[in-house]
């Protein structure tokens, strides 16, 4: 890919599933990408490439978890992809593996929704039906309040993204299901609605 080429949800893609061969990390991706672009289309920005971004912001945690956001860095920028999108990628690790401070809109909503997809997710998986389709904000907040429930979602990570943005916790997760609603089918959690 050359320096001025925009990169493609093809090529997002492509790049996920030469490093990643867990389905469930690739369901992750396809989770924070599904909301990043709800929110682009609420915010009025650009749906592809924050859809590319949530596709790619984990594209070292499977192969090289102890350099995880640097190595991002790395095979993003063999491969020629631009910076905005590279800085986008490693910012959602500020604080824990990554010194890059998340600063546009965007960044921010990629800090704050990367753990609260694992909770949403969590949350439709203990329905009868595991769909994300009928999963409602009260049964998020609820799950929230449960420490020991998707323990590895970073509650203080989500309510330090979700201060970032000045958005209301409740707003957040309301427009992350609506976000992940509308990828349901790519990230297993169509379920079986309705079933009892």
């Known amino acids: 890919m050359s320096d001025t080429k925009v ?13 990643t061969k867990d389905e469930r990390l690739i369901y992750h ?17 650009d749906e592809t490439r924050w859809f590319v971004i949530g596709l790619i912001h984990d594209l070292d945690w499977e192969m090289f978890p102890a350099e995880h956001c640097r190595k991002t860095r790395e095979l993003l920028t063999a491969r020629g992809w631009p ?7 490693v910012s959602h690790g500020w604080g824990i593996c990554s010194d890059v401070e998340p600063l546009s809109r ?10 609260l997809t694992g909770l949403v997710a969590a949350t ?3 329905r009868p039906s ?11 907040l609820k799950k929230w309040k ?8 970073n509650r203080d990570l989500i309510q330090k993204g979700a201060d970032m943005l000045g958005i209301p916790l409740e707003a957040l997760i309301t427009d992350c299901i609506a976000g992940m609603r509308e990828v349901a089918d790519q990230i297993g959690l169509r379920g079986n609605p309705g079933a009892a």
């Open 124 to 126: 439709a998986l203990v």
């Open 29 to 45: 991706a396809y989770a924070v990408a599904g909301v990043l672009r709800y929110m682009a289309r609420k915010a009025g920005e």
């Open 130 to 140: 595991r769909s994300v389709l009928e999963v409602e904000t009260k049964s998020v």
């Open 146 to 153: 449960t420490k020991g429930f998707a323990a590895g979602a």
């Open 7 to 19: 990169p493609t949800v093809q090529d997002a893609d492509t790049l996920l599933r030469e490093f």
């Open 83 to 89: 910076e905005e999108y590279i800085r986008a990628a």
């Open 106 to 115: 965007m960044e921010k909503m990629l800090y704050a929704l990367d753990e």
